[in-house]
């Protein structure tokens, strides 16, 4: 009898497997150690990621307000803001103060810019050149199409600029869609024109800001004959006026149509924004110009849409006319309110209005006989208690 302290082959288990040897099975022992050396690895590498971040954050953080670069950018970004229905976001940038110095600050900015008395002189073509158009026409209108880092929009050129006229909403009480007032007038093409009164970004868009002149007659005011005020226009002659100006003197100079918009970003040929820090941040755009030949030029951006265009600065937009030969250019009203419209009220752009193209009060549209038009003042013999901006 084999003694007692030897166990049998039968009984004794051998090592603690998890499995049979013949299947390459590891000691239970051994996994444990293994399963506890992986954790400590991917607890490390948990952390150094977590601290990488901690480390970036916070370098990141000392670039953003420390640096001049990291300042330029959130001062960029809060101009950004400055331009939708979040402004108050802004102050999260740059505080309360920087952000009413901001504001401030850019409303001195376009006032100057708005001062230069533009001198600029276009060049019609006479008789003789218009006979030999007639051999070779050039088109009306044109749209072409305009990309940059972060942007899409549209150029439209009018060739001639006694064709383009300011068209008001038909509607007491409420504005009226560019498509709208292109297809009740047979217009071959319209871009919005002038600011107005638009209460919690929710407006009606029948109360304009300033000044409104169609026909060289004064449809609509909320200043004084002699009270100056920034505006953008064209005069009976096709020359395109933009600037500070009383009414009365906008009488003088023979003006046809005109809104109250800023600023102006060309004069007499060069450009009045320095650089993008002083282009008021990133937003849709629409701006009016003209060549020296008197051709207008209409530029709508798009923006506000990721991964399609998320819009422009002023110093981008007063460029792009540079390039295409504007010798005088002015800011329109942009952010939800910028469109371009085609024949027959086809929209070309894609507003960024989460809700569809916007009720405005005015548009510049583009006629191919401008005489046969006739644009009624829809705020003849009204009151201020009549124009409610926020009553639909």
Partial sequence: MPPLTTPSPASDPGPTTTGSPGNGAKPLSRTKTANKRRKRRIGLFVFRTFTLLLLLGALGLAWFFLTPSGTSFRYRMADT?????????????????????????????????????DTHVIDLPGEDEQEEAQAEPVPLTQIEPIDGKGYHGYLLTVSDPTKVRLVVTNTKGKGEKVTSMVKRTGAIAGVNAGGFADPNWKGNGFQPIGLV?????????????????????IDKEGKMIAGRYTINELLDLGISEAVSFSPRIIVNGKGLIKNHSQGWGIAPRSVMGQKEDGSILFLTIDGRQPGYSIGADLYDAQEIMLEHGAVIAANLDGGSSTVLVSEGGEIVNKPSSAHGERYLPTAWLVFEDPSAVTVNNIWSGLTSKDIDPAKW
């Fill in 81 to 117: 803001l400055i331009t939708t229905q979040h402004r108050h976001w802004a102050a999260y940038l740059v505080g309360e103060e920087g952000l009413k110095e901001r504001v401030a600050q850019y409303a001195k900015q376009f006032e100057q810019m708005g001062e230069e008395r």
């Fill in 213 to 233: 002149i169609s026909q060289g007659k004064v449809f609509y005011r909320d200043i004084g004959m002699d009270q100056n005020t920034q505006i953008v226009g």
